[in-house]
Structures are given as C-alpha cells and as structure tokens.
C-alpha cells in the first residue's frame, strides 16, 4: 500500500514524516497555499529519510518549469494535475521521470476518461475538485484499473477509502489543523492502516 503524504512544506512536516515513513511526500509547486518555492524544497527534501520518495505536484505549467524543477530537484516522481496533453506527459517520462496524473473526478464519465493514461503513467490518482464535496468513494467503485485514491481523506474516514482496494491513498488537508500538518493526525492514519492492513 502507497502512503502519500502531500502538501508538505515546513521542516518539522519532514520530521513527522521521517518518524511515520509514509511511501511518498508530495511539495506542491502549483498554486496554492501549500505551494513552496524550489530552494525551500531542496531544503526540505535533503532533510527526508532516503527510502521517501519525493514527489513535486504541478497543475498546467510549462514543460519548462517542472523540466527544471524536477531536474534540479531529482524528483522521484511528478504528479501532473491538470490539462497536461499525452505529449507533456510522453515527453516527462522520455527524460526518465516516473508520473502520476491526477484525475479531478466529478462524474462517472472522468473515470472513463482515465483511462486513457493507464498505459503511459506509472500511477493514476483519482481526485475530486478542489473545494467539492464529491462522493469519490461511491464514484471510484467503477474504476476497473489500478488507482491512488485521493479527495478527502481523513483518520476518521479512511476506512471507507481503503474498502476500494486502492493501490494507495494520498492525503493533504485531512492531516491538517488550522493549514499545518498535524502530527497527530498523520499518526493516526498510520496506526489505522496498521490496524486494518498490518501496514
Ligand atoms: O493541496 C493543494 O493545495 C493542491 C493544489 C494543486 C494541486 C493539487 C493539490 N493537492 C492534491 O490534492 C490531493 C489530496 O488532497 P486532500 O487530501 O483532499 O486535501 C493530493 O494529491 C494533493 O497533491
């Protein structure tokens, strides 16, 4: 099971990462209030445990700048949250990188459309809007392709995400309070997933 632990921008949320071992952290270079500067991230990801792997979460940027970001960076991984073509795409993994397209799921209709990256990315992640209170459990239950399931996760509702069978979960804002990293939080997912699946 892949654990990703996204939106991680100070370094005390490196240190409950490197005490939690989640698979995955994710710096977001989109916009957002989460967003972090690229010498912030090296900073940031110089300080994680070595078996983490990074990952840099970008939205409809230019090729340019996540070719740069990520070069600079080594990033493990890049996950692509927006219009990005199959060419964008294509082009990232020529360069050698690993991706993981997010798909912002709102309809059955979006999983369909997933589809179409199943064979090109190494991990389809399927996300509801930002903002939208969309039922993506109810919605990922069509999914007939591996995915990490994303959109709403927290230590009191992870079961529910887990009963997909995803082949992980990447949660942000359920592992905050007040727009930080909770420790607590983050622990608790931890600990139900050892609970429920000896994680
Ligand atoms: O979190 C953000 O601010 C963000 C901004 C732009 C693109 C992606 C973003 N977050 C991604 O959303 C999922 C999980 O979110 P949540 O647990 O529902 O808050 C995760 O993949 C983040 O990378």
Redesign the pocket.
């Known amino acids: 099971m892949i654990v990703k632990f996204?939106?991680i921008r100070r370094e005390e949320d490196v240190e409950y990462c490197n005490i939690l071992n989640p698979t995955m952290i994710?710096l977001?270079f989109?916009d957002?209030?989460?967003k972090v500067e690229k010498d912030t991230a090296k900073r940031l990801l110089a300080m994680k445990n070595p078996s983490i792997k990074s990952v840099g979460?970008f939205?409809n940027q230019t090729l340019s700048e996540v070719l740069s970001i990520s070069k600079d960076l080594k990033l493990d991984f890049i996950?692509l949250?927006g219009n990005e073509s199959i060419e964008f795409i294509t082009y990232l993994k020529s360069q050698g990188f690993k991706i993981i397209k997010?798909v912002e799921v709102e309809k059955v209709n979006d999983i369909e459309r997933s589809k179409i990256y199943k064979d090109i990315v190494d991990f389809i992640?399927l996300?509801r809007p930002?903002g939208k209170e969309i039922d993506i459990v109810q919605l990922a239950k069509n999914a007939d392709f591996d995915f990490i399931i994303?959109?709403?996760?927290t230590p009191e509702n992870v079961e529910r995400y887990l009963a997909l069978n995803p082949l992980g979960i990447?949660?942000?804002?359920?592992i905050e309070t007040n727009g930080f990293k909770d420790f607590n939080k983050m622990r608790a997912i931890v600990e139900k997933l050892t609970k429920i699946q000896g994680w």
């Open positions: 996204c939106g994710g977001i989109a957002s209030p989460r979460v939205k996950q949250h997010a992640l996300d930002k994303a959109g709403g996760i990447d949660i942000s804002s359920g």
